[in-house]
């Protein structure tokens, strides 16, 4: 498989932005993993444009279960597709706290993404006290559980483990944990979709920063990274892309 650096530009980039994306295709013309950045749905068709003919993927950070319809401020997965992504992510931490998204709804958004063309992202993870409590595996394995789509396939699903406590703290869990959690994903996918499990990628996300991407990216079963506010530097996130391509 072919390893994937996914970068989440949250809620940050207007137009003027999209300097740091062309400064990134400029340094990383054929890196040897995938690359993509997932910005503002109001910078999608625009990044998408200024990435075509690279090796830039371009993605959406959220789409709504529904294709159409009297939904007023939200954004079909089909929309993200017209306008350029190949990408989006569903069920990222900040989605699930700050709008009280479910794993059923997580789910639900993940195969419309697949019914319109897009590759899900699918985001799971434990809060510090879920940790501390000793429930890590636990939670994880219902999250992932009742949160991937049905039809999914090593081509069509990206898993993104994110601890919910070292997203943007700058605090990162022992790469022993991250171990131990990537290879329980990868057990736990293959009872849920068979062999495809082993093609499916599986992203670690958490304060990931070139200073320690490339320690990460040497656990077995991390495939890449779905990284933060390191993403939204060229020359932050191309050190990540190159550790990744190591």
């Not at 569903?90 to 997580?106: F, W, Y």
């Not at 062999?195 to 990216?217: H, Q, T």
């Not at 077995?220 to 990540?240: M, Q, W, Y």
């Amino acid at each position: 498989m072919k390893k994937l650096a996914a970068g989440n530009w949250k809620m940050n980039g207007t137009g003027a932005s999209l300097s740091e994306v062309t400064a990134l295709i400029k340094a990383h013309p054929a890196p040897a993993c995938e690359m993509l950045l997932c910005p503002p749905a109001t910078l999608v068709a625009q990044m998408a444009s200024a990435a075509r003919g690279s090796a830039l993927l371009v993605g959406g950070q959220d789409c709504h279960p529904k294709a159409s319809g009297a939904h007023t401020g939200d954004i079909a997965a089909a929309m993200l597709k017209d306008a350029g992504a190949a990408f989006v992510i569903v069920g990222h931490s900040e989605r699930r706290t700050d709008h009280g998204e479910t794993d059923a709804l997580v789910k639900a958004k993940a195969e419309a993404a697949l019914a319109a063309g897009l590759i899900a992202i699918v985001c799971i993870g434990e809060t510090e006290g879920q940790r501390d409590a000793g429930e890590t595996l636990a939670v994880n394995g219902r999250q992932l559980d009742g949160s991937i789509p049905t039809g999914a396939t090593a081509a069509n699903l990206v898993i993104a483990y994110e601890p919910v406590w070292a997203i943007g703290t700058g605090r990162t869990p022992t790469l022993a944990e991250i171990a131990e959690v990537h290879a329980f994903l990868r057990t736990r996918l293959r009872s849920l979709i068979g062999a495809e499990a082993d093609g499916v990628r599986l992203l670690y996300g958490g304060s990931v920063k070139p200073s320690n991407a490339a320690e990460i990216f040497a656990v077995p079963h991390v495939d890449g990274a779905l990284v933060g506010g390191a993403s939204l530097t060229a020359a932050d996130f191309g050190a990540i892309v190159a550790a990744l391509s190591a």
